[in-house]
């Protein structure tokens, strides 16, 4: 069943209301308080309309509670702090949201982007050497990513298979997005190298997973503890040890991080996206761009185009600039 389409008043009313259900909840609570302690739960798995809550009660024992929001709130997901109350010994109702820092949201082929997460610190683009990763994948993501306003982290994953034969072509890549400034690491989720220097950057920070299917991206969640889970609420470690399907989005509380793991995150779909932000996921490009003789550049064959100087020049890179107008292509096809 489709939610009724609210007129500009009931939302105002709305607003109003959840506000104030919020000053009831944090009254008394200090000014400088950190904005979890202003929330007492926060979203980490979502069924639709069902979901389960963490409390943020340190003075309890870590626990989730099943709760349903009310009708007049927007759609939650995972990562959403909420002001909820008990129902039951098993149950709550979630009656307000806090303001979102950001929103995780994945751009589907009818140019909607589907919310996924909220309050994210970082996004991991997992890679490995099998399946082999392509630069016009890695750029994709890239630029859903920039448009989003989040910061992302490229982990090449499964460098225990590296060898003689494809570790000079793979090398050769990840060194295009060294040069660009983009971080990168190198872990194995099987042995566990690298794994310890990728815990310290995710240090106390929550990030969400994508990638390719097979890259590894729940046994990377695996060797970053998802076992320390297992104390939480009815949870088990051993549902979820070793290569597991990801059927819903779950914040997972590792060893140093929090980790969103959610399914069908192999692919973004950029059609929609206008030049202006295609662009802007091609760093290096857009700040050369803002150099071109005319606005209107296509950045092609037009005089005084700062991007082809540049190629011309060698000041960047090939392949960069062929992924830009691939996309570019899918953008204008209608």
């Given at each position: 069943m489709r939610k009724r389409k609210l007129s500009k008043?009931?939302?105002?009313?709305?607003?109003?209301?959840?506000?104030?259900?919020?000053?009831?909840?944090?009254?008394?609570?200090?000014?400088?308080?950190?904005?979890?302690?202003?929330?007492?739960?926060?979203?980490?798995?979502?069924?639709?309309?069902?979901l389960d809550v963490e409390i943020l009660d340190k003075k309890q024992p870590p626990q989730i509670v099943r709760c349903h929001q009310r009708a007049n709130l927007p759609d939650l997901v995972t990562g959403d702090l909420v002001v909820w109350e008990k129902e039951s010994d098993e149950t709550?109702?979630?009656?307000?949201?806090?303001?979102?820092?950001?929103?995780?949201?994945?751009?589907?082929?009818?140019?909607?982007?589907?919310?996924?997460?909220?309050?994210?610190?970082?996004?991991?683009?997992?890679?490995?050497?099998t399946p082999q990763p392509f630069m016009n994948l890695i750029d994709r993501y890239l630029v859903a990513i920039d448009n989003l306003g989040?910061?992302?982290?490229?982990?090449?994953?499964?460098?225990?298979?590296?060898?003689?034969?494809?570790?000079?072509?793979?090398?050769?890549?990840?060194?295009?997005?060294?040069?660009?400034?983009?971080?990168?690491?190198?872990?194995?989720?099987?042995?566990?190298?690298?794994i310890?220097?990728?815990?310290?950057?995710?240090l106390a920070k929550t990030t969400v997973l994508v990638g390719q299917s097979g890259v590894g991206k729940s046994s990377l969640v695996n060797r970053l503890g998802l076992a320390q889970i297992a104390e939480v609420g009815e949870l088990s470690?051993?549902?979820?040890?070793?290569?597991?399907?990801?059927?819903?989005?779950?914040?997972?509380?590792?060893?140093?991080?929090?980790?969103?793991?959610?399914?069908?995150?192999s692919e973004f779909h950029l059609r929609h996206f206008t030049k202006a932000e295609l662009l802007s996921g091609f760093k290096e490009l857009k700040a050369l761009a803002r150099n071109c003789k005319f606005r209107d550049c296509a950045h092609q064959t037009e005089p005084g185009c700062a991007i082809q100087e540049a190629l011309t020049a060698g000041k960047i890179f090939p392949q960069r600039l062929e992924n830009y107008f691939k996309i570019l292509h899918t953008v204008e096809t209608p």
């Amino acid at each position: 069943m489709r939610k009724r389409k609210l007129s500009k008043q009931q939302i105002s009313r709305i607003s109003e209301k959840q506000q104030r259900e919020i000053e009831a909840f944090t009254d008394g609570i200090s000014s400088n308080a950190s904005i979890n302690s202003k929330y007492n739960g926060r979203i980490i798995s979502n069924f639709g309309k069902q979901l389960d809550v963490e409390i943020l009660d340190k003075k309890q024992p870590p626990q989730i509670v099943r709760c349903h929001q009310r009708a007049n709130l927007p759609d939650l997901v995972t990562g959403d702090l909420v002001v909820w109350e008990k129902e039951s010994d098993e149950t709550g109702i979630i009656v307000a949201v806090c303001e979102r820092q950001n929103l995780f949201a994945k751009p589907d082929t009818t140019g909607n982007r589907k919310p996924i997460a909220a309050n994210i610190d970082i996004v991991l683009i997992v890679l490995s050497v099998t399946p082999q990763p392509f630069m016009n994948l890695i750029d994709r993501y890239l630029v859903a990513i920039d448009n989003l306003g989040l910061e992302p982290l490229l982990v090449f994953n499964k460098i225990d298979l590296l060898n003689d034969q494809n570790s000079s072509e793979l090398d050769s890549m990840l060194s295009v997005y060294e040069t660009l400034g983009y971080a990168i690491k190198k872990v194995s989720a099987l042995t566990g190298e690298g794994i310890r220097e990728l815990e310290e950057t995710l240090l106390a920070k929550t990030t969400v997973l994508v990638g390719q299917s097979g890259v590894g991206k729940s046994s990377l969640v695996n060797r970053l503890g998802l076992a320390q889970i297992a104390e939480v609420g009815e949870l088990s470690s051993k549902k979820f040890k070793g290569t597991h399907k990801t059927t819903t989005t779950r914040l997972f509380h590792l060893r140093s991080c929090d980790v969103i793991d959610s399914p069908g995150m192999s692919e973004f779909h950029l059609r929609h996206f206008t030049k202006a932000e295609l662009l802007s996921g091609f760093k290096e490009l857009k700040a050369l761009a803002r150099n071109c003789k005319f606005r209107d550049c296509a950045h092609q064959t037009e005089p005084g185009c700062a991007i082809q100087e540049a190629l011309t020049a060698g000041k960047i890179f090939p392949q960069r600039l062929e992924n830009y107008f691939k996309i570019l292509h899918t953008v204008e096809t209608p």
